[in-house]
């Protein structure tokens, strides 16, 4: 009996230890299939993966192009920066590093922790980009943990001359997008197309080879040639400080043009900023006025109305006009003049700017006459320079105008424009009647005349606007309100204009006015124009443009000419020993 209890517990243990081997040799059996599997069927995928994580492709940046004045100087261009790059996950003492590199490279402490903290697992992290070569150093001094940071080559965008020209430049932000200005609108000629490589990386994503294949070098970003020059734009901007010193403006521009081709020479605004430091720049300074600041032209809109008045055959040049003694009653209106004028000419009404002899103008014309002229002259519509954000002014339609702008409007109100539409105005008025698309970039001959022939519109006629100019606006500088702008050895003609400045509610804010001024020479062949409009002048309540904006512009014209070697007249400099500083307005 007991050797039968044997045999039989025997039997259960070889059965037991069959089972055991059985599942031990189907777990080989399925590990050595693993293996072959691994080994000859999914070989190929593995090594794509591998392959996947030892190349990669690297975008290779264009180098952005240069922006130049008419004479090739720089005015912005690019050059190669260091920026710094950590690898927080690779970071133990995040605290420690923020407080070593927050000294050297300008920033806070408590918001580099806070960006580090926030960003503790990634394998890449910008810290600053584009440094200068004093932070570079400096932080190749610090003993920073090996393989948790490093440097890149970027593109640092730099604006040689500073504040010059700052809002026609705009800037490239830290992406490299252009932002305002010739930046923005020229984004896609500047910027060029960036390249790529494919490169291997070893285990710690170091580069260790370039590979040859699917190999593109970046095409480089053209050059962009500005019609500025930068020395007048220096003129510009210097008289511009001078005036915000001097009336303490809210803002002003200036602008220099060739009346001829519609080259924009000069174009400054103040407030201004550098776009080398844009984190600096209050947000005012940023608007380039003379596109996108809009205000009633005044006194300097009446050689256009006198002008087309003229060719329209609806007034002669010997014609007199009774003043009222400085009253007139215009329906329910009573306008004034400055002073008690009787009988005034037609050169008188223009050198004396008289409202009342604009207004009986006006109603010679008729509303309809007045807005053809408006319109002739590229009032209430953009002139299509090459830049952002330009205003087109305002132009009412002409069902909306009534008898008061009759009055009104010959006296350049009810109507708003941007300094460089009223300097376009005028300069088809000192080019012989054309009014030509004003332009800021330079273009090649060919496509320069395309241009010029395709956006240029007749006004008036050649003899008309000869006249203007050498009698009406010429007598303005040498007699009238304009005297301030007379400058040495050259013969001068301009306009002076006040007007109240809009309120952005509708109609006028009480006690600010825009001054302003627009010149030219020399009269016989006019070769540059030049206008200066001054925002809410603050000091002794002056607001004529003759006082506050003629110098700063004859200064800029007279500078301007000296440059281009327009030689002055030796019998007109013995005569200016004679002048006298008398002037009214």
Known sequence: MSHLSTDRGVGQVSGRVRLIVTILGLGWLALAARLTQLQWWDREKFAGKAEQQREMVEEIPARPGDIVDRQGRLLATTLTARSLYLIPA???DLSGLAHQLAEPLGLAEEGLLEKLNGNSTKKFLWIKRRLVEEEVEAIKRLDLPKGSWGFRDEYRREYPQGVVAAQVLGLRDIDGVGRGGIEERFDATLRGKNGHRRIGRDARGHVIEILDEDYQLPIAGRTVPLTLDVVIQLY?????DQVMEEWQPESCSALVMDPVSGDVIAMATRPTFDPNHPQKASADSWKNRAIADIYEPGSTFKPIIVAYGLDEGVIGREENFHCGNGEYR???????DHHRYGLLSLTDVLVKSSNIGMAKIGERMGNERLAKA???FGFGRRTGIELPGELPGILRPLREWTSYSTGSIPMGHELATTPLQLITAHAALANGGTLVRPRIVLHDRQDSAAVLNGMSTPTVSPATAHWI???PMQDVVVRGTGKKARIPGYQVFGKTGTAQSLS??????????ISSFVCGAPVESPRLLTLVVVNQSSVGGETFGGKVAAPAAANILRQALIYQRISPDDQLLRSAANWKDDEFE
């Open 504 to 513: 952005p509610e509708g109609g006028y804010v009480h006690g600010k006015y």
């Open 469 to 471: 100019v050498q009698h």
């Open 236 to 240: 510009a901007e210097r008289e511009l």
């Open 90 to 92: 690779r970071i133990t």
């Open 330 to 336: 215009m329906g329910r209106r009573v306008l004034h």
């Open 374 to 376: 408006a319109l002739l």
